[in-house]
């Protein structure tokens, strides 16, 4: 089983960077596609950007376009999510998981996640 840890997340002041970590454990990376979802109290979760076994990268959320970055690691099975100019409405638990297929598309099953970290903006 495929098990995904996420690490990074904390409180940071409106206009501050954090960088997320998705790590993997037993297997590696390389064959998946990574994807990154934040879910706030009281909200639906959304998708905020995955990156392809390939290494493309799609935005799932125009609101993070320009301060949000997904790379990824394979030597490492390490997928990061830098942001930067965060804002208070960026507050949310950041999750990560996986498909087995390997892109990006917004029919594909995400079959595995990690348990999330809570990233909280505010001064």
């Known amino acids: 089983q495929l098990q995904l840890v996420e690490s990074g997340g904390g409180l940071v002041q409106p206009g501050g960077s954090l960088r997320l970590s998705c790590a993997a454990s037993t297997f590696t990376l390389d064959a998946y596609a990574i994807g990154w979802f934040r879910q706030a109290p009281g909200k639906e979760r959304e998708g905020v950007l995955c990156i392809s076994k390939s290494g493309g990268s799609t935005n799932y959320a125009d609101s993070v376009k320009g301060r949000f970055t997904i790379s990824r690691d394979n030597a490492k099975s390490t997928v990061y999510l830098q942001m930067n100019s965060l804002k208070p409405e960026d507050t949310a638990v950041y999750s990560c998981?996986?498909?087995?297929?390997?892109?990006?598309?917004?029919?594909?099953?995400?079959?595995?996640w990690g348990q999330g970290t809570q990233v909280t903006v505010s001064s």
């Open positions: 998981a996986a498909n087995p297929y390997g892109y990006c598309s917004g029919l594909v099953k995400w079959a595995y």
